[in-house]
């Protein structure tokens, strides 16, 4: 069954610090992975997007790393501010079709 | 429009009552895609139109869930005999092209609440 899984399910940081939020997914054949950052009451906005052949990929304050044999991806964030408050999306497409299957997403919260 | 958007933003409305929600998305982009994003969930794959046909509706729940694209622009989501449990977040994307390498442009949603 395809799969995705983000952990952890929140996360609050206090501003200025980095964050690591993780997704593991089982979907395959593997196609690309998204990573989104949905605001509160908006639409997801996507930071990035890797294909297979990709093992990280920054988005300025955002770096993204793909391992696709352990079907693992990671979303860094530096020197967190205020705005990145926010639920992260994983999004992970299959090869066959135009399906996306989602995580439930990592809500983070920075403090000041 | 600069973005995809969706109307009506909020939708409350009775059990049993039919429903129409309306997604415009950017000007140009032939694929659109529908979605279902409950409280603290992901958003959950609905329907997929390329240009003005449905090119997979494997994710409509049931037979009370029907989306159409007539002319490949306007979209309209439509629910009949709605139920409590379809209350939830309803979003619409549109991208370039229907490779699932495009990046999706996602509207605002629109919140629909079953009473």
């Known amino acids: 069954k395809n799969q995705v899984e983000q952990s952890p399910q929140s996360l609050i940081i206090l501003e200025g610090k980095n964050c690591t939020l993780q997704?593991?997914?089982?979907?395959?054949?593997?196609?690309?992975l998204r990573w989104y950052k949905q605001d509160t009451g908006r639409g997801p906005v996507s930071l990035t997007i890797?294909?297979?052949?990709?093992n990280t990929k920054s988005n300025g304050r955002y770096t993204a790393t793909l391992d696709a044999d352990t079907k693992q991806s990671s979303l860094h964030i530096t020197a967190s501010q205020l705005s990145d408050s926010a639920s992260y999306i994983c999004?992970?497409?299959?090869?066959?079709?135009?399906?996306?299957?989602f995580g439930t997403g990592t809500s983070l919260t920075v403090i000041p | 429009g600069a973005g995809v958007s969706q109307t009506p933003s909020n939708k409350v409305t009775e059990k049993g009552k039919y429903v129409e929600l309306r997604c415009d998305p950017i000007?140009?982009?032939?694929?659109l895609y529908w979605y279902r994003q409950s409280l603290g969930q992901g958003p959950e794959f609905l329907i997929y139109?390329?240009?003005?046909?449905?090119?997979?509706d494997s994710g409509l729940p049931n037979d009370r869930f029907f989306a159409v694209r007539p002319e490949g622009s306007v979209s309209t989501l439509k629910i009949q005999r709605t139920e409590r449990g379809d209350s939830a977040v309803y979003l619409c994307?549109?991208?370039?092209?229907?490779?699932?390498?495009?990046?999706?442009?996602f509207g605002p949603g629109t919140r629909l609440t079953v009473l």
């Open positions: 994307a549109s991208s370039f092209g229907g490779r699932n390498t495009d990046t999706q442009y």
């Open positions: 997704c593991n997914y089982t979907v395959s054949p593997f196609s690309n």
């Open positions: 890797m294909t297979f052949s990709e």
């Open positions: 999004v992970v497409s299959a090869r066959n079709g135009n399906q996306f299957y």
């Open positions: 000007s140009g982009h032939t694929a």
């Open positions: 139109f390329q240009g003005t046909g449905a090119a997979d």
